[in-house]
């Protein structure tokens, strides 16, 4: 299933003006697809036309978060469960994309125990590869 606008809300906990996620696709049980529009009007967009780091990374966490959603989506949760990034292990920003440009992103549990879920993040414009990451969230 694709989420979209209003529908994005069933999934992640986060409200405007931070929502960083504009459609999601469940790939499977353990990984999602998300895109973003870097828009001028976005909390993370830098004066020279840039989303910053901090915002890849907010965005590649949102998806993470997403996928949480899905998930408890399909147990008939009616909330989105709420995630707290609990470690950054590895980030690259290989660059910056700039106010026009769709990022796509790939999110991916590799393995939870209790309430805290290793991910995976990957974010693409075209066939570029721009960031990578490592996370460690913990889901409440």
Known sequence: MTYRGDDIKRLIPQRYPI??????????????????AVRQDNYFV???????????????????????????????????????????????????????ELIETTATFNMSFGNVTMATGQSMIGEEVIAEIQLKIFIQ
């Open 46 to 100: 830098l004066p020279d036309g840039t989303l910053s780091e901090t915002g890849l990374i907010e965005h590649i966490a949102q998806s993470s978060s997403a996928l949480a959603g899905c998930r408890a989506l399909a147990e008939q949760s009616l909330a989105p469960p709420v995630g707290i990034i609990g470690e950054i292990k590895y980030f690259v920003c290989h660059r910056r994309p700039g106010v026009g």
């Open 19 to 36: 929502v960083m996620i504009d459609t999601a696709e469940e790939r499977d049980g353990n990984s999602i697809a998300t895109t973003l």
